[in-house]
């Protein structure tokens, strides 16, 4: 089945710094990627989604700037966190769809800004 | 836009007995319903889903019911586990997005 890997599945980072989360589809070409954020005891929102070669497409309230998407190739998105506080800490998770797979998620990337 | 609502949000069985999870969505051109098991610190994994020309698809102790004219979609587990214990997530299809249902955290007592 289809498989989506996510790394780092933690990390923790100094205030300031920015972050870079990796997620790759293994042995699917995702014509689509999505990046989601989760809050404790909360459901997933929805901050972006990315097409291969294309801008990513932002919710509305989800910084652009601060949330640097790049989908440079069928199996690769990256989400960056850039200039990261506290209050960016969270759960964020990426999700994959091909032609022949339907939304399979990785295994998330806990983010603490300390 | 889509939106998804799920009941309830916390729901506690004894092992064996039935647990259902019931969804509602609003948009009327959304076709396709999957389920998702969350555990703990982890990513959402597939556990069944359910496209709107189907009324109900079952998978062992997991069934899925759909009614489009009502727009609502349920899951049932029968015979729990201790290991059925995690949050599910209802979500609907729809403009080549999912739309995500708040979750039920569903506790399994042995």
């Known amino acids: 089945g289809a498989v989506v890997s996510q790394h780092p599945s933690r990390v923790i980072c100094k205030s300031g710094t920015s972050v870079k989360i990796e997620c790759r589809s293994l042995d699917f070409q995702a014509t689509t990627m999505f990046w989601y954020r989760q809050f404790p005891k909360q459901s997933l929102m929805l901050m972006a989604t990315?097409?291969?070669?294309?801008?990513?497409?932002?919710e509305q309230g989800v910084e652009k700037d601060k949330f640097l998407i790049n989908h440079a190739s069928l199996t690769l998105s990256t989400l960056t966190v850039t200039s990261a506080h506290p209050e960016d800490s969270s759960f964020y998770i990426c999700?994959?769809?091909?032609?022949?797979?339907?939304?399979?998620f990785g295994s998330g990337t806990r983010l603490t800004v300390v | 836009g889509e939106n998804v609502e799920q009941h309830p949000s916390t729901l506690s069985v004894q092992e064996g007995d039935s647990a259902v999870i019931k969804c509602t969505y609003s948009d009327s051109a959304s076709n396709y319903f999957p389920w998702y098991k969350q555990e703990l610190g982890k990513g959402p994994q597939l556990i069944i889903d359910i496209r709107s020309n189907v009324g109900e698809k079952k998978d062992q102790r997991i069934a899925v019911t759909l009614n489009k004219t009502a727009k609502h979609f349920s899951l049932h587990i029968t015979e729990t586990q201790p290991e059925d214990s995690a949050v599910y997530f209802c979500a609907a299809e729809a403009g080549n997005m999912l739309t995500f249902g708040g979750g039920t955290r569903l506790m399994v007592k042995p």
């Open positions: 990315s097409n291969e070669g294309s801008k990513a497409t932002y």
């Open positions: 999700s994959a769809t091909g032609q022949l797979y339907g939304y399979t």
